[in-house]
């Protein structure tokens, strides 16, 4: 499975930059989102967009408050963003998916950058509910 993900997030970073190309910076966050999950399933994957992710806290089942932007092959989670400057806050949002969730990988882009390599950032979950 190991192997599944990172093939994934591979695939992720080739897409986003083919993405960043085509459309440069300064468009609304919906629209990259849109042409991310386009571009995924052009190239084989599953793409579900504004996944609920459900909050239990002690036994008590405190809804799905949370969603996050984009599950690939149900094991990678996006959060696209296109705003000036990501900021910590947008970490600590994809952070918080990947334990509710219970996923390794995320990636957190921001479309809305001259050079691609400055709006992207891979984040690793190492800590897991079922591990726990």
Do not use: C
Not at 4 to 16: H, N, Q, T, V
Not at 45 to 65: I, M, W
């Amino acid at each position: 499975m190991e192997h599944d993900i990172e093939k994934i997030g591979k695939a992720i970073l080739d897409a986003a930059i083919t993405v960043h190309k085509a459309l440069g910076p300064g468009l609304l966050e919906s629209a990259y989102k849109i042409a991310l999950e386009h571009e995924l399933t052009l190239r084989g994957f599953g793409v579900r967009r504004e996944v609920p992710v459900q909050l239990v806290y002690k036994g008590v089942n405190a809804g799905k408050g949370f969603r996050m932007d984009m599950l690939v092959n149900d094991l990678v989670i996006v959060e696209a963003k296109a705003v000036q400057e990501l900021h910590p806050i947008d970490l600590s949002q994809l952070l918080t998916h990947l334990r509710l969730y219970d996923r390794r990988l995320g990636y957190l882009i921001n479309f809305n950058v001259t050079l691609f390599k400055d709006g992207f950032k891979r984040v690793v979950n190492n800590w897991h509910y079922q591990n726990t």
